[in-house]
């Protein structure tokens, strides 16, 4: 399977459509695609989609979602983000559709064919608003015309719908090279519909009788939706030369490594972890090369004194926002001791990084996973769209699906669980973010609770869903970014950017009336700043207003309170003054 993957995506680039002037112009060679079957190009389709995807993770998303930190400030993407979806992936799809459209003995695998159109239009439409979508295909105009993301997503709900219908689990057609589900029908219906639950939850803001519609039709029929990790849909990568993952290939290879310096653990979901025990630390990040010592006081069972000491901690997480207070730097030795958790460590920063199975080369891309679909039914139980479980007994059947895809124990699950903050209808005391002027506190709301874990669950294939979810919902406050140079508080903020903007050698220049319409619609200037309509309205902070202060409670007591607890850890530690 993997060799034809491989020799498909080869196949790929010599049947896939060219354009002329834009991506609308389908080359249609009667000696080359006009012939091909969708097995000599869905896979290869699949694969171009899930390459750039895996692409844009590493250069773009992964910051964006705040899970991981690849370094440097927002950008915007590239042309590579817009052209790839739609020249290598839609365009061949559109060819299929136009070569089998009718024709009885292709049901399941146009189903197939549109239900991976969806998927890319949904990831399309979230990443830029408005977008070619009616007119993709068509050739009587050069100049091609964007469509609203209500249109978009209204059409997308129909379609996945009707896909989901159509497919014929016994005595339809075979896809007999389906690097998906090898060949089940009854899991790409359940790709489908768990797709169509995402997307509804998704435009609840600005479609929500449509969004509560779908959402209480699917929540009928659950069986319908993924319901275990033997339904997630993902693609596998093989070993060979040209078959790995492209997170191998950028971040292990190091071939064309593109706009960022190794991913690191987010200092920001660090507080969360540091927060609330999560056990997930070491599934998703390796410890820190070099462990940091810092100094904490610690009190002892055995005596009455307070203990200053020195102790390193296993792991830490890369600030987005050091330029907050002038001349700070989080292990630089040069700061004065009382600001510096780190005071006296020479070595330079070495955050905590991936776990290597995580860009090992065969490693699949999960599309989707059983857990989000429990993430996304607790939250369609919590605002009454129906179930036959209760929304806490969906959540936590989330958390424990999400602990067990990392090799984690029900033991560490419950014990999670437990805390006050996961626990539903509970608040948490989360610590301050390191500049103290953002909380990881969870509120008892348990709508909250719900988002946080389903983004713990986003890593870390799912950048784009991970910075989705943050925009659609507003639940948590990131930390901007700032210019790390400035090294003043009237640096330059850059909160989380609410959309892309449109490629200008693909769009703006080529297609400058389709350009032009697509501005018009999203209501402002092709902007990041301008939010989607999926979005709720809020109010962007005003960080020029905040007053950050040095607060590193999140690093200490890791351990315990006590003297006693390290030595129990087997930490060595020094003692550095009692009294």
């Known amino acids: 399977m993997k060799k034809t993957i491989i020799y498909l995506a080869a196949l790929l680039v010599t049947l896939a459509a060219s354009c002329t002037k834009n991506f609308t112009k389908i080359n249609t060679n009667p000696g080359s695609f ?14 171009a989609t899930i390459n750039r995807f895996e692409l844009n993770n590493i250069q773009t998303l992964w910051e964006y979602g705040h899970l991981i930190d690849p370094a440097g400030r927002y950008n915007p993407g590239n042309d590579q983000f817009w052209t790839v979806p739609y020249i290598n992936v839609l365009g061949n799809t559109t060819q299929l559709k136009k070569l089998f459209a009718g024709n009885p003995a292709y049901t399941n695998r146009l189903a197939i064919t549109d239900i991976w159109e969806c998927y890319v239009y949904a990831y399309l439409v979230g990443m830029y608003g408005p977008i070619p979508y009616t007119h993709m295909g068509d050739t009587s105009s050069p100049e091609v015309e964007y469509d609203t993301e209500a249109t978009v997503y209204t059409s997308l709900l129909s379609r996945l719908k009707a896909d989901a219908a159509a497919i014929k689990v016994t005595g339809g057609d075979k896809f007999i090279t389906d690097p998906i589900y090898a060949g089940d029908m009854s899991k790409w219906i359940k790709f489908a519909n768990t797709l169509r639950l995402r997307t509804a939850l998704t435009v609840q803001n600005n479609l929500p009788d449509l969004a509560a519609s779908n959402i209480k039709e699917l929540m009928t029929s659950e069986s ?47 507080t969360y972890f540091r927060s609330y025990h999560d056990p997930r630390i070491d599934a998703y990040f390796l410890k820190a090369a070099t462990s940091y010592n810092i100094t904490d006081t610690l009190t002892s069972t055995s005596t009455s004194l307070h203990y200053v000491v020195s102790y390193p901690i296993p792991h830490l997480g890369q600030p987005k926002s050091p330029a907050l207070l002038v001349g700070w730097s989080l292990v630089s030795p040069t700061n004065p001791t009382g600001n510096n958790p780190f005071a006296g460590s020479t070595v330079p920063v070495n955050y905590s990084t991936l776990q290597p199975a995580l860009v090992a080369a065969a490693r699949p891309f999960y599309i989707m996973t059983y857990a989000e679909t429990c993430f996304m039914k607790a939250e369609a139980a919590v605002r009454g769209y129906g179930g036959t479980q209760t929304a806490d007994q969906y959540y936590y059947a989330g958390i424990n699906a999400n602990f067990a895809f990392w090799g984690l124990t029900p033991a560490q699950a419950i014990a999670y669980q437990t805390q006050n903050g996961i626990k539903w209808n509970t608040a948490g005391h989360g610590f301050n973010y390191d500049l103290g002027f953002i909380n990881t506190s969870i509120p008892a709301d348990n709508l909250t609770k719900i988002w946080i874990q389903q983004w713990m669950n986003y890593f870390d294939d799912g950048g784009f869903e991970a910075w989705l979810l943050l925009r659609r919902t507003r639940a948590l406050i990131l930390p901007p970014h700032t210019n790390p140079g400035a090294g003043t508080i009237l640096a330059v903020f850059q909160n989380l950017p609410d959309r892309f903007t449109y490629p200008v ?56 309170t006590h003297i006693q607890d390290l030595t129990t850890a087997g930490v060595k530690y020094t003692i550095l003054n009692t009294y």
Request: proline share 9%; no cysteine; glycine share 8%.
């Open 505 to 560: 050698t693909s769009e703006a220049s080529v297609n400058p009336k389709g350009y032009a319409n697509g501005v018009k619609l999203l209501g402002g200037p092709d902007q990041t700043n301008i939010p989607l309509k999926i979005e709720p309205a809020y109010t962007p902070t005003d960080w020029t207003k905040a007053v950050p202060f040095y607060d590193i409670s999140f690093v200490q007591k890791w351990y315990g």
């Open 34 to 47: 006009v012939s091909a079957e969708p097995e000599a190009v869905l896979p290869g389709v699949f694969l």
């Open 224 to 270: 319908t939706l993924i319901s275990s990790d033997a339904d997630d849909p993902k693609l596998s990568y093989g070993t060979a030369s040209g078959s790995q993952s492209i997170y191998n290939v950028q971040l292990v290879q190091g071939t064309s490594y593109i706009n960022t310096a190794t991913p690191v653990m987010s200092d920001y979901v660090f």
